[in-house]
């Protein structure tokens, strides 16, 4: 998908449909007072006020429709500059346009607006030369939003389009949002019983189900049988900690808008955790250490709460709840390198495992001028990054930088995957800090006898558990490889008159043999049955009749096939283990 907000063509286009879709707006609801019309990554939105109105999908159609008498009418549109002072007489009638241009910069003595037929709109421009120019656009869909993102505000009514310059762009694009929709994680996870959220609980607080605690399970278990070969030690450590803990890290001075507010016990101040790396910290500081103790890796899969905008909140893939996988490594100065690669391994090395091929690597560093986002030391900076970049250098990996994106306590090296469909998601992280060793006033004894600082590695693998299923849940549309699937094979016998014990001996052995199975004994028709296992997408169907009885068989079908495949039950057994053991993302075709 192209960034229409970064291409000229498009940008323009998008911006001249936002006054178009005004225009439109105003002739069918001629009290409509207009906020602000921007264009973004996919195409533009308009914020409105329309009195008590709130608008319904046949509104959005309507609107279109006169969108397109409007573009028909083939007006020009032209700029005037006007006063300051001509421009609050003007839009005199308009407390959102009187409250844009009060405050307009003092030096913005002209202020332009554009006219197209009947309707004027202040706007800086560029744009198209006639209405007749778009041609390809659509309404995507509407929502409230608070004016200027204050909920202490009034409700206005956005409503977001698109525009492109081909009747096939414009399909494309269709057909993606459709594509997307059919691959929502929060649509698949309603439907395979995956997770759910509850307004009791809270918005962006999930509750995994008996089907996701599976999936996640297995994550887990899969991460950890890593990490413990690459000696990590794993801990439990709470998730709340007091204030003072983070105020020592320095996530009070810099982290706190990200952070929920704080709870009093007693004469105790505590907040919910945001990150783990303080507790780790801690058990670092727990014993004396020496330069021979080190690399020590500290891994957990911790629960933190962070403060996201409820409009970001997404289903499991950004949450206010989430658990990491996550790990801080000490090393001493000499070894970050080589345990930085380590890292960068282990992540190419799970995405090979998950068959991850799109995926680019950033290197986020700090915006200098934010002093209040960013631990203030220059010389710690140009160290961290300095030290970074070489390390990337000698991985040779390539990688764009993004500056601002750095934790508050150094730079990272972020990687973000490109889904199937939609925009690219941050997974994995690798970081690299100086400081917090330093306010813990952390040290290991080294080689002459002398007490140094260590330096830490802050790294997540699959990021949070819930981003990595949000992704995986996308990326399979649901139909998780065998190792994953909350139910791994469904027994169905042909006729239960006849085929219900054989059944049944097959189901007990595959459940001793710990693979996750299902006996489907309902009296409904076999067909019925089979489309049923394919839409709960269980990765392999067992058809167990006379033939499979008699030679002591079965007969089975992979998910999305129709062939079917017989064989030896024992053999099928120990094909099906072995299968679920190697942890195939893709299963083979017998
Ligand atoms: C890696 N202290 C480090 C840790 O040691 C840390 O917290 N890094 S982080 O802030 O970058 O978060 C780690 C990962 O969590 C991110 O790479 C991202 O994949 C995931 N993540 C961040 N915010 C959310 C969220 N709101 N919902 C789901 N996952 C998130
Ligand atoms: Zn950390």
């Known amino acids: 998908m192209i960034n229409i907000k970064e291409n000229e063509n498009l940008n323009i286009l998008n911006h001249s449909c936002a006054h178009l879709l005004a225009q439109a707006v105003k002739h069918l609801y001629p009290e409509a007072k207009f906020w602000v019309g921007p264009v973004i990554e996919e195409g533009f939105y308009y914020d409105i006020d329309l009195g008590d109105n709130t608008l319904t999908e046949e509104d959005l159609v309507k609107i279109?429709?006169?969108?397109?008498?409007?573009?028909?009418?083939?007006?020009?549109?032209?700029?005037?500059?006007?006063?300051?002072?001509?421009?609050?007489?003007?839009?005199?009638?308009?407390?959102?346009?009187?409250?844009?241009i009060s405050r307009m910069d003092e030096n913005d003595t002209v202020i332009s607006c554009y006219t197209?037929?009947?309707f004027t709109d202040l706007c800086r421009g560029p744009h198209v030369e006639t209405t007749k120019k778009m041609k390809y656009f659509k309404l995507i869909k509407h929502s409230g939003a608070y004016w200027k993102g204050d909920a202490k505000n009034k409700m206005l009514q956005r409503i977001y389009g698109v525009c492109f310059e081909t009747e096939e762009d414009l399909n494309d694009y269709l057909n993606e949002l459709e594509e997307r929709k059919q691959r929502d994680h929060r649509k698949i996870g309603k439907e395979q019983e995956l997770f759910m959220n509850h307004e009791l609980v809270g918005?962006?607080?999930?509750?995994?189900?008996?089907?996701?605690?599976?999936?996640?399970?297995?994550?887990?278990?899969?991460?950890?049988?890593?990490?413990?070969?690459?000696?990590?030690?794993?801990?439990?450590?709470?998730?709340?900690?007091?204030?003072?803990?983070?105020?020592?890290?320095?996530?009070?001075?810099?982290?706190?808008e990200n952070m929920f507010p704080v709870m009093k016990v007693d004469e105790e101040e505590f907040v919910l955790r945001p990150m783990n790396c303080p507790h780790h910290m801690l058990v670092y500081k727990n014993k004396l250490h020496s330069y021979r103790d080190l690399p020590i890796r500290i891994g957990e899969f911790a629960t933190d709460f962070r403060y996201e905008a409820s409009g970001a909140v997404k289903g499991l893939e950004r949450v206010r709840c989430m658990c990491q996988n996550d790990a801080h490594l000490f090393v001493t100065p000499e070894q970050i390198g080589e345990e930085f690669k380590k890292v960068v391994g282990l992540i190419l090395d799970v995405y090979k495992d998950f068959g991850i091929k799109d995926y680019k690597f950033r290197l986020s560093l700090r915006d200098p001028e934010d002093k209040e986002k960013y631990f203030d030391d220059d010389e710690m900076w140009n160290k961290a990054e300095d030290k970074l970049r070489?390390?990337?250098?000698?991985?040779?990996?390539?990688?764009?930088?993004?500056?601002?994106?750095?934790?508050f306590y150094g730079p990272k090296l972020d990687v973000e995957v490109k889904p199937a469909v939609g925009p690219e998601v941050t997974l994995s992280t690798c970081q690299l800090d100086f400081l917090l060793p330093r306010k813990f006033d952390l040290s290991y004894i080294d080689k002459n006898g002398e007490k140094k600082v260590p330096v830490v590695l802050h790294r997540a693998i699959f990021g949070t558990f819930d981003r990595f299923t949000a992704f995986l849940i996308e990326e399979t549309k649901g139909a998780f490889p065998t190792?994953?699937?909350?139910?791994?094979?469904?027994?169905?016998?042909?006729?239960?008159?006849?085929?219900?014990?054989?059944?049944?001996?097959?189901?007990?052995?595959?459940?001793?043999?710990?693979?996750?199975?299902?006996?489907?004994?309902?009296?409904?028709?076999?067909?019925?049955?089979?489309?049923?296992?394919?839409?709960?997408?269980?990765?392999?169907?067992?058809?167990l009749g006379d033939k499979e009885k008699d030679q002591g068989m079965v007969s089975y079908r992979r998910h999305g096939s129709d062939k079917t495949y017989s064989v030896e039950k024992n053999m099928f057994v120990e094909l099906l283990l072995n299968e679920i053991n190697n942890k195939r993302i893709k299963a083979q075709e017998n």
Not at 390 to 407: Q, W
């Open 64 to 100: 279109e429709k006169e969108m397109k008498k409007c573009a028909k009418a083939d007006k020009r549109i032209y700029k005037e500059e006007i006063s300051k002072e001509d421009a609050l007489e003007k839009f005199k009638d308009d407390p959102y346009k009187i409250d844009l």
């Open 390 to 407: 070489e390390v990337l250098k000698e991985l040779g990996v390539s990688y764009f930088e993004a500056t601002g994106e750095a934790a």
């Open 203 to 256: 918005s962006g607080m999930p509750l995994w189900l008996p089907n996701g605690a599976i999936v996640r399970k297995q994550l887990e278990n899969y991460i950890y049988e890593k990490e413990q070969k690459l000696g990590y030690n794993h801990v439990y450590t709470p998730c709340v900690g007091t204030t003072n803990l983070y105020k020592t890290s320095g996530h009070w001075d810099h982290y706190k």
């Open 483 to 543: 190792w994953l699937a909350p139910v791994q094979v469904n027994v169905i016998p042909v006729n239960n008159n006849y085929h219900l014990e054989y059944s049944k001996e097959v189901y007990s052995m595959l459940r001793e043999n710990g693979v996750r199975v299902e006996l489907d004994d309902r009296e409904e028709k076999l067909s019925y049955k089979m489309r049923e296992s394919q839409t709960k997408k269980v990765p392999i169907t067992l058809i």
């Open 116 to 118: 197209q037929g009947d």
